[in-house]
């Protein structure tokens, strides 16, 4: 039994497809290309609908072939060497046009709009002191593995490090194909349960983290005015070295409207840090107004896990079990290959597995 669209699906894909075609349309008329704002947009939403198009098309060929062959097959006027090769064909096309229409459910229900951006994430120890920070660089090392396997790039932006090598906090960026896609499923609260070094009795010890993951915002996304900045300068502190520490490098960039307030010490160049710090400001700004859309259409959108908030509790990494639990699913996974290895492929596999079910559901 081969997977179809289900209609609803089919008709947006065919909307988004009609769009695809205006905005080709819009991109060459003169007008448009004398305006570089008008020109960036649409080309930015031509990027987001290039690849649910190509597949919607894909699928719809696919389709046309399956259908062609089955009445092949079914003909007992052609030669029966032809009727089975159109059923050796079948058995190819069928899979093909499976796969398809995972993906395609998956860009209409469960990817939003910004799966195909780049994140910027931020890891902050919770309860449990020390062994929480050394938590914090197990997640962020958990991550950059994940990367490399997925061919992806991580850029590290500032971090507060702690006398045992953890973090009370570190901030980074990771880019690369579809990166939000998979990662948004990480932000909320993360907790250990292990022994740790420091503790003589071998008593386990509760610890946790919150992952925050943003949508990375080009100045296209979110518009900063410089006169609601506020800038402050002065000298990095902690670890650093002798000309991060002895500089006015450090910036602290406040967002007058919103209140937010972003400081980067990483960099010895205090341009840098000035642009790092907007780079942060500007993911901040627009995941608050992303959060705001989302609790409002929460009724409509209230089965998908991978919008949560960093204050929910969605995974818990059990050292003497040698198990992570994801409790959104309710499913266990080898803590080695988790943490250890950066084999997260498998979990979020899952998770978006069991978002796009209960999306079904609600159609």
């Known amino acids: 039994m081969t997977k179809e669209l289900p209609p609803l699906i089919q008709k947006k894909l065919e909307t988004l497809r009609e769009r ?43 389709t046309r072939e399956i259908e062609d062959n089955e009445t092949l097959s079914r003909d007992s006027s052609e030669d029966q060497e032809l009727r089975s090769l159109a059923k050796e064909e079948l058995l190819q096309l069928r899979p093909q046009r499976d796969g398809i229409v995972e993906l395609l459910v998956d860009a209409i229900l469960v990817d939003d709009k910004n799966a195909a951006k780049n994140v910027i994430m931020e890891i902050r120890a919770g309860t449990g002191g020390d062994e929480a920070a050394l938590f914090v ?31 009370k906090e570190i901030v980074f960026s990771v880019t690369g194909d579809s990166v939000n896609r998979d990662l948004r499923y990480e932000m909320g609260g993360h907790r250990v349960q292990r022994v740790p070094e420091t503790e003589s009795s071998g008593r ?10 943003m949508a990375e915002a080009e100045e296209v996304d979110v518009e900063v005015k410089e006169g609601d900045l506020e800038w402050e300068f002065c000298r990095a502190s902690g670890p ?10 450090a910036v602290r960039l406040r ?18 840090n000035r642009a790092k710090a907007l780079k942060v400001l500007r993911a901040r700004i627009f995941e608050a107004r992303e959060s705001e859309t989302r609790a409002k259409e929460q009724n409509i959108r209230r089965s998908q896990i991978g919008s ?5 509790r969605i995974r818990t990494y059990n050292f003497p079990q040698n198990r992570v639990t994801d409790h959104r699913i309710g499913e266990n996974f080898n803590l080695d290959r988790i943490l ?24």
């Open 340 to 363: 250890l290895e950066g084999e997260l492929s498998s979990l979020l596999d899952s998770l978006r597995g069991h978002e796009r079910e209960e999306q079904l559901k609600n159609l």
């Open 308 to 312: 949560g908030d960093r204050n929910q």
């Open 255 to 272: 967002h007058v409207p919103t209140g937010l307030v972003v400081r980067i010490q990483d960099e010895s160049s205090q341009h840098k």
């Open 240 to 249: 650093g070295g002798q000309k991060v520490n002895k500089t006015s490098s």
């Open 204 to 213: 386990i010890h509760t610890s946790a983290a919150t992952v925050a993951v």
């Open 137 to 167: 660089a197990d997640l962020f090392r958990m991550y950059r593995m994940f990367a490399e396997k997925k061919g992806w790039k991580v850029d590290f932006i500032d971090a507060s490090a702690t006398a045992l090598k953890g973090y």
């Open 20 to 62: 695809n075609k205006e905005l080709e349309d819009l991109m060459t008329r003169p007008e448009v290309l004398a305006d570089s704002q008008k020109l960036l947009a649409y080309s930015r939403q031509l990027g987001e609908l290039r690849r649910p198009v190509a597949q919607f098309d894909e699928y719809v060929q696919l």
